[in-house]
Nanobody
């Protein structure tokens, strides 16, 4: 049974930083591509970032490119999302997810249907 547990969310002022973590179990983490999504109140869940099994390929939504960094530690079965220069519009519940394939294709990288398991989410609130 795959378990993904996010942590690190909280309340931060605009311009601040947070680092989210997602600890995985029940899957062969070192061969799993992973991703982060977020969902703001009243909005659909959207893609944030993804990372291939090796960490060699990363992809970002345009809205977070240059501010967020996704990374992974395969020895700890954990992925991270370093979020800098946070804006009020980054306020959302953040979810990590495991991809069905080890590698990622740049075409359609953020398709939710390609991710098979999801965490419960961690709330990030950015005040202005």
């Amino acid at each position: 049974q795959v378990q993904l547990v996010e942590s690190g969310g909280g309340l931060v002022q605009a311009g601040g930083s947070l680092r989210l973590s997602c600890a995985a179990s029940g899957l062969t983490f070192r061969t799993s591509a992973m991703g982060w999504f977020r969902q703001a109140p009243g909005k659909e869940r959207e893609f944030v970032a993804a990372i291939s099994w090796s960490g060699g390929r990363t992809y970002y939504a345009d809205s977070v490119k240059g501010r967020f960094t996704i990374s992974r530690d395969n020895a700890k079965s954990t992925i991270y999302l370093q979020m800098n220069s946070l804006k009020p519009e980054d306020t959302a519940a953040y979810y990590c997810a495991s991809h069905k394939n080890p590698s990622l294709s740049p075409i359609g990288v953020g398709r939710e249907a390609d991710f098979s398991s999801w965490g419960q989410g961690t709330q990030v609130t950015v005040s202005s």
